[in-house]
């Protein structure tokens, strides 16, 4: 099991920590990548060889403003790239939009602005298909996850200090 994550500077590496932590969390290896596609295009591509010859099983990318990283690493493999739109100067409507219409038939899976966590629990997703420790790891998560909601939320949530 190994995800590659990848991002176009360093600025974003704050962002996808969600991301590491989260795959970190089931025991996932993960290898992260500062590539631009505009500054260094060979390298890029280079790396994704590497990855797919190195058992990458599927990639995170996140990028803001024109957001092509996504696309491109998209472009240049057959693996699945989950696209992590980034705020930027204008808000990140122009980094979620280059990913969300990818034009057919290269697409980038999507999750919301910044959400890195969830671009690492779809990746879980993906990979509990395959391997069944990570599909029963994900069950747990998720029972976990119910009974604590379930706790926190007991009770006449308007009185103590909820407020």
Do not use: W
């Not at 100067?89 to 979620?96: E, K, P, Q, V, W």
């Amino acid at each position: 099991m190994n995800v590659a994550i990848f991002m176009g500077s360093k600025s974003n590496a704050a962002g996808l920590k969600p991301a590491a932590d989260c795959l970190a969390e089931f025991g996932i290896a993960y290898q992260a990548h500062i590539l631009s596609a505009h500054r260094v295009p060979e390298v890029l591509v280079q790396t994704l060889e590497d990855c797919e010859r190195n058992g990458t099983e599927c990639i995170i990318a996140a990028a803001g403003l024109a957001a092509h990283l996504p696309g491109v690493i998209a472009a240049h493999t057959t693996l699945p790239v989950i696209g992590v739109p980034m705020a930027d100067a204008i808000g990140g409507l122009d980094s979620l939009y280059s990913m969300v219409q990818m034009p057919k038939p290269i697409p980038v899976a999507t999750v919301g602005l910044g959400n890195a966590y969830n671009a690492a629990m779809l990746a879980v997703e993906i990979l509990a298909v395959k391997y069944p420790q990570i599909k029963e790891q994900l069950r747990q998560f998720r029972q976990d996850m119910k009974r604590s909601y379930l706790e926190q939320n007991q009770g006449d949530p308007f009185q103590g200090d909820s407020f």
